[in-house]
Every structure is written in C-alpha cells, then in structure tokens.
C-alpha cells in the first residue's frame, strides 16, 4: 500500500502588507521527499500521527511536501502552484490513500479557498482515493474543501496542543474506509458569524461549551468526528467565519442533526463572541497598580501569528511614557536593528530606532518607530527547538536575533517572524520569564500554551495591527452579508 502524506499550511490574513512568496515559507521551513518525513515524524504534529498511522501497517510513505509559514497576505500564485502541484504530481504518480495536514484558511492570488482548490484538483487526478485532512481550528470552511474529501476534522483545542491527536483520529478513519469497515459521510453548517479570536479560546466560554458538545457528540455511535471551527476572520473572503462539520458512518441524518445542533448552540451564544476594545492609557496604568507578579500583557493587535508585521510600537510606547518598569518584550520584528547591534556588539551602549519600519495600507498606519536608548544584552543565532506542549519537537529559527535593555525593558528583537506561544523565545536569549515583573506578548490566545502556568495575571492591551478586533477599521469586500456582528437582524437557518 501506498500513502501519501503532506503538509500545506498558511493562515492567510488579506489585510496583512507582508508578502507570501517562496521564501515566506523558506524561512519556516519547506521540506520536500525523505527530508520531509524526517523532520515530522517525532514530532505534535498531524503529519507524524500519520506517518505512525502509516508505519503501523507496513504502508510504503511518499511524502511530497511539508510546507508551513507564519501567518501574513495573500499567498503568491507562483508559490501556491508550486505547493500544489508538488501534492498533485505525486498524487498521479500513484498512491492508495492521502493523508493532508492543511489549514482551512489560505488565500492566494488565483483562489479564495486554498485547501478546497487543491481538494478538488486531488480529485480530478484521482476521483475515488481516500482522503483524510486535519484543519486548524481557524478554518474557514468551504464546501468545496468537504466535497472533495473523504473526512475532515479540526483542532479541538487552542492553543492547539491536540495536532497529533486529531490527525491520528481522522487519519485512522480513512484507513478503515480503505478497509471498506466504515463509509463516512459529512455535513457542514456554515453560521453567518464572524467570531473575535480573542473569545475563542477553548479553555473559555462560549467556546468551551462548545468543544464539549463536540466531543459529547463523538461518544455516539456512527460518529466518527465533530468540529466547531472558530474561522479565521481576518481573511476577506466569502466563506470566513464560523462552521461545523460532522462525519458519521453511513448515517447523513445523524451528521445533519448533530452539525445542526451545534452550530445552533455557538449562534445563542453569538454576543459572548464579539470583544469589546479599551483604551490604551488605562490599560496600561491597571497594569502599574498590580502587584503579582509576572503579569503578561497582550499586544493582540500586532500577532504574527494572525498576520500580523510585529514591529508595530504603540503598546510599547505608551509602557515607556507611562516608565513601566521590569518588562521583558516579545518579540519585535527589525532585521535592520539586529544588524545595527550585531555590529556594535554585547555590551555596547547605544541608540536605536526600534520598529515601525512597516507601512499598513489596509489600516492607513505609517510607520511609527521607537527610538531607545539602552544596552546590547544578548546575541544569538535565533534557534531553539520548541519543548512545550504546542508544535512540541518543531525547531523555530527566529533568525539572528538580540536583546535591547533599556534598564527597564528587555526587548527580544527577531529577524524572522515568530509568535511567543513558548517559553522558549525567552530561555533561548537567556530571560527567564518566571522572574520579570510584566511580560509583553504579541500573541493573543497561542501564548497560554507555554506561559498560563507562568503569569498571574494577563492584561489585554489595545494597540494598532492588522490583528485588530474593531472589524470596523477593515474593508471587507468579499465576505458573505449580512453577517454578524457587522450587520443587524441577521438570522441563520440550517443549511
């Protein structure tokens, strides 16, 4: 037996200004053949729940591509073909099953619907091999991805520390289809929502109840998998949003009525969904009158990890005005200001222009740099491997990176984009975060994986970034409408 296993990630942010060409993904890491199996493999990810599953059975691996890059704007069309067709050829060479780890929400310049693109064009090759794929939680799912599949699931945690858990579940259900013991049928219900990511957290509520149904659900029988998927709502396309999707054996009804009730529970709840923005000024002046410590505070609109530039300065900013002090930053994107300190070296004493290098068109922000004047505390090669429970065993490059102490900020200053959701972009410079008094993170809800344990308390700090919660500021032009919370009197009926 033959199994083809691949990797095609990218969270597309269409409001993002930096490019997603080739080297977008160079710098996380593209893989192709045997190297990409070696580097998975041992790994949280469900590209390695596959490869065991394969394994398990004596199957022959072809691993075309492992591909992954950090969130940012629409995907090239010639880095999105070249992705592509390295999966389709391989598919026409001859495979048995496929196995795909994907997103669910990637734009490129040819297609709204990245994954479901590719889906279909799988299918074309060859109409009736098994297809198993694992989504993020933020997928925006289409019906074309459900199509032209065979069972689809998502992550059922974010931070998403249950990867392998959910390939190895979908994957398995695709090996017993093969077997001809299961013949599954799907059914998805798109809800005309556009969730904020920082109410989806699923450690939280609404969310939480609704992960809870998911996973009440699956103890029934002929159920094979159910997801909630928050969608990803930063990508201006029709189908972003809320949705769920259910596999059952046999059983349509089943999958009707289940997809159906869940998905009617997460719209009751739509007001918890929506976040309510604060000012600035006052969120910071809370954070000087706490007293226990390590506090974390969140630069949400300004994640990487959503496609966000990270060298925007405004929370930053109002921490110096406002003489915060005792704070350790990560992390702040300026290739430039690595350079300018690798030159000057540790222990030098100097002035840089830190940041706000990166014009945002969709928000009509100019650049905004800090200037700070401090010490070089610490340079590295930006290269550490992730030991915490999310993307456990991955290896980040950060790219040449250092550290700014202004006496009373330490700033982890990057050349790669890479959102803080472990301990490790702070241990790997040399800070340990259990002893800094306040810990500013670029991150919105991926950063509990490797620090909830760690702060006592967590500020969210309303800042500017194309992360940004006030959908207001954003010019969608594709979405589906009416949709809430941008309209009113929008109704949803089963679909």
Not at 9 to 14: D, F, I, R, V
């Amino acid at each position: 037996m033959k199994i083809l296993i691949a990797m095609m990630k990218h969270e597309t942010n269409t409001f993002s200004p930096i490019p997603t060409n080739w080297k977008r993904f160079e710098d996380w890491g593209i893989h192709f053949g045997s190297k990409a199996l070696e580097v998975y493999q041992h790994t949280g990810m469900p590209m390695a729940a596959y490869i065991d599953l394969a394994k398990s059975i004596g199957a022959e691996i072809i691993t075309p591509v492992a591909a992954e890059a950090m969130p940012s704007g629409v995907v090239h069309a010639e880095t999105y073909n070249r992705l592509t067709d390295s999966i389709c050829e391989a598919v026409n060479s001859g495979c048995d099953i496929a196995l795909l780890d994907l997103h669910g929400a990637m734009v490129s310049e040819t297609t709204d619907d990245g994954e479901g693109t590719l889906l279909e064009k799988i299918r074309t090759i060859s109409p009736n091999l098994p297809i198993a794929v694992t989504c993020d939680f933020h997928c925006n799912l289409t019906h074309k991805m459900v199509d032209n599949c065979t069972a689809l699931i998502g992550y059922k945690t974010y931070p998403h520390v249950d990867m392998y858990q959910v390939g190895k579940q979908i994957g398995q259900v695709v090996l017993d289809t093969y077997e001809e013991k299961l013949i599954p049928v799907m059914t998805r219900q798109q809800l005309p929502m556009l969730t904020h990511t920082l109410k989806q957290g699923t450690d939280d509520q609404p969310t939480k109840s609704l992960i809870d149904a998911c996973r009440q659900a699956e103890q029934q029988e002929d159920v094979l998998a159910a997801t909630f998927f928050g969608g990803f709502p930063l990508a201006d396309m029709p189908d972003a949003g809320a949705s769920t999707v259910v596999v059952t054996n046999q059983n349509p009804d089943l999958a009707q009525r289940t997809s159906f009730d869940i998905a009617s529970l997460a719209w009751k709840q739509r007001k918890q969904f929506v976040y309510q923005c604060g000012s600035l000024p006052e969120q910071v002046k809370i954070a000087r009158e706490l007293s226990s410590y390590p506090v974390i505070l969140l630069d949400h609109e300004d994640n990487c990890g959503s496609g966000g530039t990270q060298d925007v300065m405004a929370v930053i900013r109002e921490m110096v005005e406002q003489n915060l002090d005792g704070v350790a930053v990560a992390a702040v994107y300026d290739p430039g200001a690595v350079t300018e300190m690798q030159k000057a070296g540790v222990g030098k004493e100097m002035t840089i222009t830190l940041g706000g290098k990166t014009e945002i068109p969709s928000l009509q922000l100019k650049p905004k740099p800090l200037e700070l004047t401090g010490k070089v505390k610490v340079l590295s090669d930006g290269k550490w491997t992730v030991h915490g429970p999310m993307y456990t065993g991955v290896k980040v490059d950060m790219g040449p990176t250092a550290v700014f102490d202004t006496g009373k900020i330490k700033i982890v200053v990057v050349s790669l984009h890479h959102e803080p959701w472990d301990v490790g972009v702070f241990t790997s410079v040399g800070i340990l975060p259990e002893k800094e008094k306040y810990l500013l993170l670029k991150s919105r809800i991926h950063y509990r994986a490797g620090f909830e344990g760690i702060g006592k308390q967590t500020l969210h700090c309303d800042g500017e970034g194309v992360t940004t919660s006030r959908y207001e500021l954003l010019d969608f032009k594709k979405l589906r409408r009416p949709i809430y919370p941008l309209d009113h009197n929008v109704e949803f009926h089963n679909n």
